[in-house]
Each structure stands twice: as C-alpha cells, then as structure tokens.
Nanobody, 112 residues
Framework: QVQLVESGGGLAQPGGSLRLSCAAS?????MGWYRQAPGSQRELVAG???????NYADSVKGRFTISRDNAKNTVYLQMNNLKVEDTAVYYC?????????WGQGTQVTVSS
C-alpha cells in the first residue's frame, strides 16, 4: 500500500507561480501529476517514467517543471506563468508494477 499526500495548491493570479508537493510513503520511480478541470477528463500534466525520464503535456512545456527529492520520497511540480486554463484539481499518481495509487487532489485556481 502507498499513501500520497499532496500540498501546495491555492489561488494564483495569471502569470503567477505555485509549487505542488507530493510526499509518498515509500520510494516509487514512476510518479507524476495529473489534473482534472470541471467537465473535462483527467489528463497527464508531467511525470517521471520508471526509467527516470520526464514527460510533459504540450500545454505546460516551458512553464511547469517536475522534480523529485528521493531522500524525502517527494515529487514537486513547479508551475510558473500560470494561466486561467490551468485551473483544475491536481492529483499525484504513483505507479508500481502491481497497482496505481492516487492522492486526494489539491485545487489550483488561477484568476485575477
């Protein structure tokens, strides 16, 4: 069993920044961030593959950066130059060989 605890969401103005954190109960190589806006499907924002590479949604490339601190079992999502369309609930996801785990979600609202 894996527990994921997210933090760092909130309200930001367009052009502003937020940083999300996801602390896992143990080290998992494949972790990432997804988001779901009202009326939309959940989509990948950024993630680490099991091989250690990263991938990003086209809509966030150049603005968002995913990073990790293995000593803390924590993955971060630095979000810069936020846009209104980034408003969504952001979820952390961890994939083991046997199962996927989701965090509880954290709301990110971008509004002036």
């Amino acid at each position: 069993q894996v527990q994921l605890v997210e933090s760092g969401g909130g309200l930001a103005q367009p052009g502003g920044s937020l940083r999300l954190s996801c602390a896992a109960s143990r080290i998992i190589s494949a972790m990432g961030w997804y988001r779901q806006a009202p009326g939309s499907q959940r989509e990948l924002v950024a993630g680490f593959t099991r091989g250690g590479s990263t991938n990003y949604a086209d809509s966030v490339k150049g603005r968002f950066t995913i990073s990790r601190d293995n000593a803390k079992n924590t993955v971060y999502l630095q979000m810069n130059n936020l846009k209104v369309e980034d408003t969504a609930v952001y979820y952390c996801k961890a994939d083991t060989i046997f199962q996927s785990y989701w965090g509880q979600g954290t709301q990110v609202t971008v509004s002036s």
